[in-house]
Structures are given as structure tokens and as C-alpha cells.
């Protein structure tokens, strides 16, 4: 398998002299297998549309440009990058869009597609001329051909949000984000008038049990990509129920779970390089990571399990 990034920021684009050497686009990943030509897209963030121009030069060459993109979740630093992917527009392309939705009222084409309307773009997305399928995508196990099987669980974030595990001839690619640690939404406090010693309790084994099945999902992977936008400090400060995790906890859980590397990502768009380089050499001098090695994505990193 080869990993290509082309997208590793959260929350919104944030291009400048300060996000250069890490980059500033959403979140977008390419797989690529080299046995059978397949590529697999993960998530369409805005780093989707220099990954459709590098597809253009680079594939279309070859035969019409048939590819999958299965999207962590809807939220729309995730999906913005879908209008402007440009092999949408040619016709021969075939696209295979996989995801959660949270809402059933709303498919997955309304939301997705939904972007590509007079009100928003120029180009309706019935006048694409990709043939283009949508699945809606839920927990489980599949089998995606050529070898490849696919894992998929429910992670923590304010909607409904998937993990992708690909296993393929031994190697182990997984994501795990957007996410956090799941909590006890139960009060625990003793002295409060509404406290419930067995919800209480409830509250914890639950929220323990989903941490450990998170970690169980990833466990043992080559490589690992986990949502680390904040510090601990930064979560304990405010940010705790917006759906991301701290480094040093994903760095501790990746430890726990056996994973080989991780690559810490969603960056906050407000992370400069300079405050990525402090807060990497910051864990390379701590103790968190243990036996798993841990860098922080750049756009343009590629990396071959």
C-alpha cells in the first residue's frame, strides 16, 4: 500500500506563510494499491482537488479514471473539496462515493452532491459527466476485492462518524477520525442533587468499554492516521465534546493498542508550522509514545506499507 497526503488540516482551510511546510488543506488521503492499479480516496476535503489534478496528469493518461472515496463523515471541511475535483467532469470517470449519514431524510448524494447547485457553484451535479454511485456506509466488515478488506467502526464525534481499517496482504492502514474519548455523560458528583450511583457507574463502563473498542479497531495497525488537534491542555481548557482528542492521549491509546506508527493529524487551523515543530520535538522528549514511532503529517508525505 502507498499513503499519499494530501489534505491534514481541521475545521477550514488556512493557506499562508505560516502553514507551508505542513500545509494547510482539509483532510484528504490517498491509497493506492500498485497490484491492481486501485485507488482509494479518504475523505474530500479541499486537499481533493490537487489530488484530482495530479490524477488528471498521472492516470487519466493511462484509461478513464475509476476510483472510490469513502468519507469519515459529513462535516464540511470533509466534503468541500468534492466540487472541485476535476475528474468529476470528464466523462469516463466512474466514482464510487462510500459514508455515514446521520440524518436518513438526507442521502448521501443530497448532502455530498447537494454541494454542486446554482446556489452554491456553477455546475449542477446533474450535469457531471463522471458517472457517480453513492453508498451509504455503516459499521462492519467487507470485502472490497483484489484482497482488500475493509473495517469499519463508529467513532465519537457530534455526528455520526466512521474508522476505516484496510488489511491487504498482512499490511494494516487505519484512520480514526474525527473523534474523541468517549466520556460518562452521567453526573458523578456525589453532592449533586440529581446523581445516580448505579447510572453513574453505567456511565463509565460504558464509556470505558467504547474506548477499548476503538483501540481494539486499530490495534496492531502499520500505520495509524488519528485525530490529535488539541493539547491536553487545550481539551481540559474548553474543547472537551467537540469531537477531537488530544496528542497525548491518541499517543498513549497507540501505545496501548500495539501500533506500529502513528500519524498525528486534523491539525487545528490555527497550529502554526513553528508550533507544530515545538509540540513534535515535545513528544519525541516525553515518554507517551513508548514503542510507537509518532510524526506529525505534511501535505505531500508519502509514505509505502
Known sequence: MRIRFWGVRGSI??????????????????LRFPDSGRVIIIDAGSGLRELGNFMMAHDLPKGPIHTELYLSHTHWDHIMGFPFFTPV?????????????????????????????????????????????????????????????????????????????????????????????????????????????????????????????????????????????????????????WGHTSLEYAAAAANRAGVKSMALFHHDPMRTDAQLDALAASLARSEVAGSTRMFFAREGMEIEL
Open 13 to 30: 482551510p488556512c493557506p499562508g506563510q505560516d502553514t507551508v511546510r505542513y500545509g494547510g488543506n482539509t483532510a484528504c488521503i490517498e
Open 89 to 241: 467532469f470528464v466523462p469516463g470517470t466512474k466514482l464510487k462515493v462510500f459514508g455515514p449519514v446521520t440524518y436518513e431524510e438526507d442521502s448521501l448524494e443530497k448532502i455530498v452532491g447537494g454541494q454542486l447547485t446554482y446556489r452554491y457553484f456553477p455546475v449542477r451535479q446533474v450535469e457531471l459527466a463522471a458517472s457517480i454511485e453513492y453508498h451509504h456506509l455503516k459499521e462492519g466488515r467487507f470485502d472490497l476485492g483484489d484482497g482488500i478488506t475493509l473495517i469499519t467502526k463508529y467513532l465519537n464525534h457530534p455526528i455520526l462518524c466512521l474508522g476505516y481499517r484496510f488489511e491487504w496482504q498482512g499490511k494494516v492502514f487505519c484512520t480514526a477520525y474525527d473523534t474523541e474519548p468517549f466520556q460518562n455523560l452521567f453526573c458523578t458528583d456525589s453532592a449533586d442533587p440529581s446523581y445516580d450511583e448505579a447510572m453513574a457507574a453505567e456511565g463509565a463502563a460504558v464509556a470505558r468499554e467504547q474506548n477499548q473498542a476503538v483501540e481494539q479497531f486499530f490495534a496492531n495497525a502499520d500505520l495509524l492516521v488519528h485525530d490529535t488537534q488539541y493539547t491536553q491542555a487545550e481539551y481540559d481548557a474548553g474543547k472537551a465534546g
